[in-house]
């Protein structure tokens, strides 16, 4: 049963931005806080930022703070990632998930989507 769509990832040069988009399905979604993973060629999957369920706490790992905004529209079951000043190290495909809590970092479960890749050029 597939839970998560990601979208709009694509092939950028470093310094641009690019909007990631995941559709949840309601009951997957509602009153959970989410979140955005990444896993880059060779490396494991790891936490890039979340969201609460109110939308109003966010959290990031060190390396995308003041770069990435996550986002959610709980009316349409989405959350967003909107990533500037891309850099190559960005380079991964691109997961979101329910997570355990805010500031855990990990997902729920082990229920992934088919990600959306983003690939950044220097």
């Known amino acids: 049963q597939v839970q998560f769509v990601e979208s709009g990832g694509d092939l950028v040069q470093a310094g641009e931005s690019l909007r990631l988009s995941c559709a949840a399905s309601r009951r997957t979604f509602s009153g959970y806080p989410m979140g955005w993973f990444r896993q880059a060629p060779g490396k494991e999957r790891e936490f890039v930022a979340a969201i609460g369920w109110v939308g109003g706490s966010t959290y990031y790992r060190d390396s995308v703070k003041g770069r990435f905004t996550i986002s959610r529209d709980n009316a349409k079951n989405t959350v967003h990632l909107q990533m500037n000043s891309l850099k190559p190290e960005d380079t991964a495909v691109y997961y979101c998930?329910?997570?355990?809590?805010?500031?855990?970092?990990?997902?729920?479960?082990?229920?992934w989507g088919q990600g959306t890749q983003v690939t950044v050029s220097s």
């Open positions: 998930n329910v997570v355990r809590t805010l500031y855990s970092g990990t997902p729920r479960d082990d229920h």
